[in-house]
C-alpha cells in the first residue's frame, strides 16, 4: 500500500532564510509525488509534481523538491522564504491503480518569522 | 471556465439530520472525488468516480453516499449527519493522461 509521511507537523522559518520540509514516502511501484500547498480558509494548490522524467522537480513560487529513491524521500526545499509563503503543506502520492485517488500526508504547517 | 465549484460554503447540521453537497466541474473530467480534511490528518479520500455512472469507495466511506448525477456533477450526501462528520469537505476532479488533479474551494459542515 502506498503511504507518505511527513517528518514535521510544524516548521518555523525566519523571513529571507532557507525552507525544508521533509517527506517520506512508501510505495511498491515508481510512485507520481505531488506537493500542495494550502493557505488558511483557502482550498489546494498544487506547487509541483514528480513523474520520473527528472530527479528534481521545480515548481511554482520557487520551490523545488528532490526525488530520491535511495532515501525514499521526496523533500520540499525553497532558497528564501517569504512571509507569503505561510501555509499548510501536504506531500501527496498517487495510487498506482491508475484510478487518480491520492494519499495525503498528514501536513506541515510552515511559520514564516519577519 | 469556473473549474470545480462547491455549494455550499458553510453549513451548520443538528445530529441527525441529512444534507447534500453538491460539485460540479466545467472542464470535461471523467474522474472526480470526494475527500474530507481534518486537523492533523490530511485528506482522506471517501467516494471516488472515475467515469459517469460509477462510484467507488474510498478510505472512508461509512455514512456517506454519492452520486454521479452526469459528467460534471458528482454530490456526496449524509443520510444522518454526526458530530464525526464534522469537517471541511473537498471535491477534485482529474485529467488524463496528464494526471492533474483541480480541488474545488470546499465546504464547511459543522454538526452539532
Known amino acids: 500500500a502506498q503511504s507518505v509521511t511527513q517528518l514535521d507537523s510544524h516548521v518555523s522559518v525566519s523571513e529571507g532564510t532557507p525552507v525544508l520540509l521533509r517527506c517520506n514516502y512508501s510505495?511498491?511501484?515508481?510512485?507520481?509525488l505531488f506537493w500542495y500547498v494550502q493557505h488558511p480558509n483557502k482550498g489546494l494548490q498544487l506547487l509541483l509534481k514528480?513523474?520520473?522524467?527528472?530527479?528534481l522537480v521545480k515548481g511554482i513560487n520557487g520551490f523545488e523538491a528532490e526525488f530520491k529513491k535511495s532515501e525514499t524521500s521526496f523533500h520540499l526545499t525553497k532558497p528564501s522564504a517569504h512571509m507569503s509563503d505561510a501555509a499548510e503543506y501536504f506531500c501527496?502520492?498517487?495510487?498506482?491503480?491508475?484510478?487518480?485517488?491520492?494519499?495525503f500526508g498528514q501536513g506541515t504547517t510552515l511559520q514564516v518569522k519577519p | 471556465n469556473a473549474g470545480v465549484t462547491q455549494t455550499p460554503k458553510f453549513q451548520v447540521l443538528k445530529t441527525g439530520q441529512s444534507m447534500t453537497l453538491q460539485c460540479a466541474q466545467d472542464?470535461?473530467?471523467?474522474?472526480m472525488y470526494w475527500y474530507r480534511q481534518d486537523p492533523g490528518m490530511g485528506l482522506r479520500l471517501i467516494y471516488y468516480s472515475a467515469s459517469e455512472g460509477t462510484t467507488d469507495k474510498g478510505e472512508v466511506p461509512n455514512g456517506y453516499n454519492v452520486s454521479r448525477l452526469n459528467k460534471r456533477e458528482f454530490s456526496l450526501r449524509l443520510e444522518s449527519a454526526a458530530p464525526s462528520q464534522t469537517s471541511v469537505y473537498f471535491c477534485?476532479?482529474?485529467?488524463?493522461?496528464?494526471?492533474?488533479?483541480?480541488f474545488g474551494p470546499g465546504t464547511r459542515l459543522l454538526v452539532l
Open positions: 477534485a476532479s482529474r485529467t488524463y493522461p496528464r494526471d492533474r488533479h483541480y
Open positions: 501527496v502520492v498517487s495510487d498506482p491503480d491508475n484510478t487518480g485517488k491520492l494519499i
Open positions: 510505495s511498491s511501484y515508481s510512485p507520481s
Open positions: 514528480y513523474t520520473s522524467a527528472a530527479t
Open positions: 472542464m470535461n473530467h471523467n474522474s
